[in-house]
């Protein structure tokens, strides 16, 4: 049996085309704020870190009600460190919408989750937006989604999906691209036209599929997920089938459903609705609540592995416990801890040492918004250099490989091939589009690709656009050259002092501040060459002395380069690390002595200063 009166839809898309600001547009038009209510813009991207970045992290779930018909809507995050999340969120859904931007086109990661929709057999809306673009190339971008469907072997009956074109800022949704539509009607009415509302089995026993998970202070773990089959009631007894274990006469504390931006608190629901409930220990993604006496788990969900790791070390530089709250490896342990129950990609493994855990994720940016958390609740720590996760067969190592799509002007062909080959990267494809720009693409072990992207941002000027996807392992690749050129050391504690800033610059770029505290072994600048460089950047110089080295003009310093912490995390080498505080973040070597570390480095001293 079909419901009729529910849809559940999922909104996929390459980051940035727009669906975050197309969910808006749903809210608004579908009444759920008063009329003369303020709202922000993108107001489902609710983290602080989604909204300083301008991305979405976390897939998240709402509910508009359109001509009396509930639509659960996933808002699904389009950066590939997250594809996990829209993968697990297809589970929920009946039907897609993929939004393609109306001049990029279908990018890598329209590609990966087109793919992952097809494969659920669920129907797709195509909904090219950004119409008002003013380089939108419509027509053409409808074929390359055509293109697309067929490399992906979709079926005669997937390829006929219906099309509209939006312009999601302005919130509207038109048949014809240019049909005099004001509002987003034709998307409600296409939505509910073209994908089924939920499938039933009628008499059918309780099945919940936890798909997602969540975590709130006051009621502990949450699950997300659909109420397959039967109704979930509070005061009934279930049992939670485990991929190992079952725990029987579980017992639920809160059933929520999503109503607009809200968790609505209810005693009852009925198969079909995406829900939420709280009250279980122990849950994992791929568990089924089902009925006590006659349980029927569904098929389990499989979770994408991790692909790189990083070293979360205590914080044992000279200036730890200056500005955290947090700094002992029980508060780090627990804190990590508690980051596994909600969030699904990231594991946490003990080491043979207490003071040091190995997490692992599915890629940089998780691992960096990861770290922006901890520290702005007030955590202090030290990361190590990510590592990609490897695996043995057969006495085989094998390493992860990506795919990377690279757009470059044809004046930068050259030095970014150069770059990817040296990265242990193989060209597979190259397209001159004319206009000046190329299109090429390359297998590339995800070791090499770990701090490319700064790299490659600079080769190109910044007019570069790198798009990766993962593609699978292939026997190690071999050495791969990281960081060629090698730190400035501060020999010993004190203050940056400009004196020394101003000698230092023809020997690289600096990264600190003069006025900066800075410790002996604490990494102060990158050097323009092979080697870390050992200097006092504290000594003091009468400032008179240095106007008559330079007759009349004052001297005047180069701004340092300031680092962000995704650049410090690409930028460290694997000897380095980077020390992170509510307040700073630094970087140093992970070996402070300098004897200690001259035994096997290329350390140089530096006798002039
Ligand atoms: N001109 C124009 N800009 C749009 C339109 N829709 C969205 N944008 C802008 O595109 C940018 C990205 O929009 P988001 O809604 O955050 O995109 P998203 O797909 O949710 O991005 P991720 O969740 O990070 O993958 C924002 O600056 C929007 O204001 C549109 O129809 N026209
Ligand atoms: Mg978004």
Not at 217 to 235: C, D, F, K, P, S
Request: glycine letters at 8%.
């Amino acid at each position: 049996m079909r419901k009729d009166n529910i849809r559940n839809i999922a909104i996929i898309a390459h980051v940035d085309h727009g669906k975050t600001t197309l969910v808006d547009g749903m809210l608004k038009q579908s009444g759920t704020f008063r009329d003369n209510q303020v709202v922000e813009e993108r107001i489902m991207d609710s983290m602080d870190l989604e909204r300083e970045r301008g991305i979405t992290i976390l897939a998240k779930n709402t509910s508009v009600y359109y001509n009396g018909v509930k639509i659960n809507i996933v808002d699904t995050p389009g950066h590939a460190d997250f594809g996990g999340e829209v993968e697990r969120s297809l589970n929920m859904v009946d039907g897609a919408l993929l939004l393609v931007d109306a001049s990029e086109g279908p990018l890598p990661q329209t590609r990966f989750v087109l793919k992952k929709a097809l494969a659920r057999k669920i129907p797709i809306i195509l909904v090219i937006n950004k119409i008002d673009r003013s380089d939108a190339r419509i027509d053409e971008v409808i074929q390359e989604v055509y293109d697309l469907f067929i490399d992906l072997d979709a079926t005669d009956e997937q390829i006929e999906f219906k099309i509209l074109y939006t312009n999601a800022k302005a919130g509207i949704a038109h048949y014809d691209s240019n049909d005099n539509s004001t509002d987003l009607r034709p998307l409600f009415d296409t939505i509910i036209s073209e994908i089924p509302g939920p499938e039933i089995i009628e008499g059918e026993v309780t099945q919940f599929l936890v798909t997602n998970l969540d975590y709130d202070n006051y009621v502990g773990q949450i699950a997300v997920g659909r109420l397959e089959n039967g109704t979930l009631e509070m005061n009934k007894f279930y049992i939670l089938c485990g991929k190992e274990e079952n725990q029987k006469n579980v017992k639920l504390t809160a059933i929520y459903t999503f109503e607009g931006l809200n968790r609505r608190q209810t005693n009852k629901v009925e198969a079909g609705d995406i829900i939420a409930i709280a009250g279980l220990s122990n849950i994992k993604i791929g568990d089924t609540l089902t009925d006590l006496e006659n349980p029927k788990p569904l098929s389990r969900i499989s979770i994408d592995e991790p692909t790189l790791s990083m070293i979360f070390y205590v914080n044992d530089s000279p200036m730890a416990g200056r500005d955290g709250k947090f700094l002992t490896a029980r508060h780090i342990k627990e804190r990590l801890e508690k980051e596994m129950l909600r969030n699904i990609s990231i594991e946490v493994q003990p080491l043979d040492r207490a003071d040091a855990f190995e997490v692992r994720g599915r890629g940089e940016l998780q691992m960096a918004i990861l770290i922006e958390t901890m520290r702005r609740e007030g955590y202090e720590f030290a990361v190590s250099k990510p590592k990609v996760i490897t695996k043995i067969e057969d006495s085989i190592t094998y390493e992860p490989v990506e795919k990377v799509f690279i757009d470059v002007p044809e004046e930068f062909v050259g030095i970014v091939t150069e770059k990817i080959s040296q990265r242990k990267g193989i060209m597979t494809n190259l397209i001159n589009n004319g206009g000046g720009r190329v299109d090429i693409e390359f297998r590339v072990p995800s070791r090499g690709l770990i701090g490319f992207r700064s790299q490659f941002l600079m080769d190109t000027r910044g007019t570069g656009i790198m798009n990766t996807l993962t593609d699978g392992f292939i026997p190690w690749a071999g050495p791969i050259p990281q960081r060629t050129s090698g730190a400035i050391v501060a020999d010993r504690a004190g203050r940056a002092t400009a004196y020394a800033a101003f000698a230092m610059e023809d020997r690289g770029d600096l990264i600190i501040d003069v006025g900066t505290e800075v410790y002996s072994g604490m990494i102060i600048g990158e050097r323009n060459k092979p080697g870390d460089l050992l200097v006092n950047i504290t000594k003091e110089k009468k400032l008179t002395n240095m106007r008559s080295s330079t007759s009349d003009t004052t001297v005047v310093l180069h701004p340092p380069r300031k680092l962000s912490l995704d650049q410090m995390i690409e930028f460290i080498a694997e000897d380095e690390l980077v020390e992170i505080t509510p307040v700073n973040l630094r970087l140093r070597k992970m070996e402070l002595d300098h004897n200690k570390r001259k035994k096997d480095a290329r350390l140089e001293e530096n006798s002039n200063l």
